[in-house]
């Protein structure tokens, strides 16, 4: 399975960007789908994940109430929604793809699929 993340950019604080993440062969290689980011320096975090089979979605504390995890079954695509984009946001993000327990969502180490990374800066 080869994913592919796109849509990162320069913007500044306040703005919105909309990352996409799409599949080869329209197939995600499990069900659950999420982003994570690595800004500079830092780890690697988990920023959201959608449950293809039944909707359900999840984000980090400290993207709630501005990223939104959404799909597009048509077109077999899957969006992270940033608003109100913060300085502390600049990374790079990823897709990854996994079958598995929604339980351990968060935990990067069970994602078997990862998409190449896009980058996201945002400027203060």
């Known amino acids: 399975v080869q994913l592919q993340a796109f849509g990162g950019g320069l913007v500044q604080a306040g703005g919105s960007l909309r990352l996409s993440c799409a599949a080869s062969?329209?197939?995600?290689?499990?069900?659950?789908v999420g982003w994570f980011r690595q800004g500079p320096g830092k780890e690697r975090e988990f920023v959201a994940a959608?449950?293809?089979?039944?909707?359900?979605?999840d984000v980090a504390d400290s993207v709630e109430g501005r990223f939104t995890i959404s799909r597009d079954s048509a077109k077999n695509s899957m969006y992270l929604q940033m608003n109100t984009l913060k300085p502390e946001d600049t990374a790079v993000y990823y897709c990854?793809?996994?079958?598995?327990?929604?339980?351990?969502?968060?935990?990067?180490?069970?994602?078997?699929?990862w998409g190449q990374g896009t980058l996201v800066t945002v400027s203060s």
């Open positions: 959608i449950n293809l089979s039944d909707g359900s979605t």
């Open positions: 990854a793809s996994r079958q598995g327990s929604w339980s351990q969502r968060t935990f990067q180490k069970y994602y078997t699929s």
């Open positions: 062969g329209r197939i995600f290689g499990g069900p659950l």
